[in-house]
């Protein structure tokens, strides 16, 4: 009933800049938490930042300064802004949000197909 569709990605230079957005539909009650998560070839799967309900903010001190997460409720969109991207930036980055269905008491986390980026140096 629920579909995470993240775009976006592309490839940009070292000092470049991307904004991935990730957009939610179906029978939506609420959106809770939402974060954005990267991995990439060979390495473990690491949260980048997420945002709560009430707009309260995390990054991972890798992207801390350099990236910017928001949610757009009234739309059901959530975007990470990146800057200053680096090499080490490269990575497919997945967006997860915990959503409540209409007419359904506990919610489920979903994720979205995910979207490549690639920072050249």
Known sequence: QVQLVE???G??????SLRLSCAASG??????????FRQ???KQRE???SITSGDITNYADSVKGRFTISRNNAKNTVSLQM???KPDDTAVYYCN???NLIGIRNGNDYWGQGTQVTVSS
């Open 27 to 36: 029978s939506i009650f609420s959106i809770a938490t939402v974060g954005w």
């Open 11 to 16: 490839l940009v230079q070292a000092g470049g």
């Open 97 to 99: 949000a915990h959503i």
């Open 40 to 42: 990439a070839p060979g």
């Open 47 to 49: 949260l980048v930042a």
């Open 83 to 85: 800057s200053s991207l």
């Open 7 to 9: 775009s976006g990605g």
